[in-house]
């Protein structure tokens, strides 16, 4: 079965450090990746995508991720965290090859951004 | 703007009620889902629909259900609600089958007391 795998469930950061979350998934075609972020108490707003093309792709809030299909990996980073950062993160997968336009999303990880 | 509601966003039943929860998309979408988030589990998929008239089940369909009368609406049935449901519940909705980008409502807190 297809699956994202988020192996951090916390992370905390220095505001002002840099940041990567990592998800790894499983499938064996090419799938669509997408990272979203969760305010407290919010839906979930899309970050970035990636479809094809250029492996590293470049979101708002000057996040980016690099899909490495080596590693089947999709890792989210930013240069400089900021405070407002502090959310959690999920990593979103479609499988193409199924047919089907669902996500599956992993279990998140939440960033904690530290004075 | 185009947006996407949920209503209520808080509600508290009883064990064995019969609840309906509301989705409601100005995007003109043809797909919508809904999802529920529990902690430790992330996101997981009840049902989705890819138009009028077309529902499917997700991963966690038991105890759910949904009808499609209209492209704007995808209202969630809880046929009988049991504590195990409680959860925050999300509505999504996206443009196309595929890869497009789905836009997610701001949520539902139901607890089953």
């Known amino acids: 079965a297809q699956s994202v795998t988020q192996p951090d469930i916390h992370i905390t950061v220095s505001e002002g450090a840099s940041l990567e979350l990592r998800c790894n998934y499983s499938?064996?075609?090419?799938?669509?990746l997408f990272w979203y972020v969760q305010s407290p108490g919010q839906g979930l707003q899309l970050l970035l995508k990636?479809?094809?093309?250029?492996?590293l792709v470049q979101g708002i809030k000057g996040f980016e991720a690099e899909f490495k299909r080596s590693q089947s990996s999709f890792n989210l980073r930013k240069p400089s965290v900021h405070w407002s950062d502090a959310a959690e993160y999920f990593c979103?997968?479609?499988?193409?090859?199924?047919?089907?336009?669902?996500?599956?999303f992993g279990k998140g990880t939440m960033l904690l951004v530290s004075p | 703007d185009a947006e996407i509601t949920q209503s209520p966003r808080h509600k508290i039943t009883e064990t064995g009620r019969q609840v309906t929860l509301a989705c409601h998309q100005t995007?003109?979408?043809?797909?919508m889902f809904w999802y529920r988030q529990d902690l430790g589990h992330g996101l997981r998929l009840i049902h989705y629909?890819?138009?009028?008239?077309?529902?499917n089940k997700g991963e966690v369909s038991d105890g759910y259900s949904v009808s499609r009368s209209n492209t704007e609406d995808l209202p969630l049935t809880l046929e009988s609600a049991a504590s195990s449901q409680t959860s925050v519940y999300f509505c999504?909705?996206?443009?196309?089958?595929?890869?497009?980008?789905?836009?997610f409502g701001p949520g539902t807190r139901l607890t089953v007391t």
């Open positions: 995007w003109n979408h043809n797909n």
């Open positions: 990636y479809f094809s093309g250029d492996t």
């Open positions: 629909s890819y138009g009028v008239q077309d529902t």
């Open positions: 979103a997968v479609i499988d193409m090859n199924s047919g089907y336009s669902t996500l599956t």
């Open positions: 499938y064996g075609a090419t799938p669509y």
């Open positions: 999504a909705s996206s443009l196309l089958a595929g890869g497009n980008e789905q836009y």
